[in-house]
């Protein structure tokens, strides 16, 4: 117990060393070497996660269900951000959510300002800066820049109660410039 409340107090003042960074030359160095925010306690987290997974039960009429990945607020500003993995160079939005964040965005848009994205993303380290993503921001669906298509183009007799979007109508950026994007909106709303 008494190492278990060392390691806490030395994780709350960073009193534990950092990895040298001579290792990784070729590496951009993060801000942090640290994330910013840790799960402290795994076993509760996920605990947590059950006992909302056990609300709809058989039987019921409602199902599924989905989350916003990250929601920032900054005096009043909104950043929001939902994180879809790539299969076959494509990434699933089910419609409700999509269409539940076009009118999350457009009500928000209409007394303050909002930035949503959507994130494509393989299996990565997020830890990397130098990690490749892929974005588009809910402005782009709204014009047309991102095709709206319920159809796979490898299964095109079924229609699908999901949109695909594919890799190459998204922007390739970096885990760093993700940072970045949402830094100056957070300077923006200042």
Not at 76 to 96: T, V, Y
Not at 175 to 188: A, F, G
Request: charged share 30%; net charge negative; aromatic share 12%.
């Amino acid at each position: 117990m008494s190492n278990e409340t060392t390691d806490l107090i030395d994780n709350l003042y960073e009193k534990e060393s950092f990895p040298n960074q001579d290792s990784n030359t070729n590496q951009t160095v993060r801000k942090s070497p640290r994330a910013k925010y840790q799960i402290f306690d795994e076993e509760e987290f996920t605990r947590g996660r059950e006992v909302l997974g056990e609300l709809i039960v058989h039987g019921m009429i409602a199902s599924g269900g989905t989350d916003i990945d990250w929601l920032i607020e900054h005096n009043g500003g909104f950043i929001i951000l939902e994180f879809k993995g790539f299969h076959n160079d494509k990434i699933n939005i089910p419609k409700g959510q999509m269409i539940a964040y076009e009118k999350l965005h457009e009500k928000l848009n209409q007394s303050t300002k909002c930035y949503l994205y959507i994130v494509g993303c393989d299996d990565i380290e997020f830890s990397n800066p130098d990690s490749m993503i892929w974005i588009f921001e809910m402005n782009q669906w709204k014009n047309g820049a991102i095709p709206k298509t319920t159809r796979d183009i490898y299964d095109e007799k079924n229609s699908h109660n999901k949109y695909t979007v594919y890799r190459e109508y998204m922007e390739e950026i970096t885990v760093e410039k993700l940072r970045e994007i949402i830094d100056s909106h957070w300077k923006e709303f200042e």
